[in-house]
């Protein structure tokens, strides 16, 4: 009787709970540098969002975009502020790496049984402070560059590229289109 009692609750609050739309995006804060025309390897690492690489001609450059997707930064911001992005470039490399709290010693994300059950029961909509932080990197880089990328938890497009490409992505679409 109480595993029903329960199962019949959880559904009774999935019912009052609608998913998040894309109207709802908030940046959070954004980020953005220049590719040297020399650069000849860029290397990228992001988690929980989109990497799109396009090489061109002229007009390099790179933009970090963090976001939260359910409309209330507020609940967001201090994690947003504790997120990083490291730039290097040393030797003809670009080195960009999205660093998160959890990865630096930050405080941990709230992760106790209770919410993992409640995220799972409402689609997603209750759960961990950093469940609905997007971070997304879009580069120009020049076309001659090869390109190295790793992601979790997002979509990688790279176009264009004339030198070597290496993707590593776990849980997104690659879509690779233009290569030499």
């Known amino acids: 009787m109480k595993n029903f009692l329960l199962v019949a609750s959880c559904f009774a609050a999935l019912s009052f709970v609608t998913p998040a739309s894309a109207a709802d995006d908030t940046i959070l804060r954004t980020q953005a540098g220049v590719v040297q025309a020399d650069s000849h390897t860029v290397q990228v690492e992001n988690s929980l969002g989109r990497v799109n690489v396009l090489a061109v001609a002229e007009g390099f450059g790179w933009e970090w975009t963090l976001r939260t997707r359910d409309g209330t930064p507020t609940r967001h911001e201090t994690y947003a502020q504790e997120c990083r992005l490291e730039v290097h470039e040393a030797n003809g490399t670009l080195q960009l790496r999205v660093v998160r709290p959890d990865e630096h010693g930050g405080e941990r994300p709230s992760s106790g049984l209770l919410?993992?059950?409640?995220?799972?029961?409402?689609?997603?909509?209750v759960s961990s402070r950093t469940g609905n932080v997007q971070s997304d990197l879009t580069l120009k880089v020049p076309l001659a560059s090869g390109v190295n990328v790793r992601n979790r938890f997002g979509p990688v497009r790279i176009e264009a590229a004339r030198g070597a490409v290496t993707v590593h992505n776990q849980n997104g679409d690659v879509n690779l289109a233009d290569l030499a």
Do not use: A, H, M
Request: glycine share 18%.
């Open 115 to 125: 919410r993992g059950f409640l995220s799972v029961v409402t689609l997603g909509t």
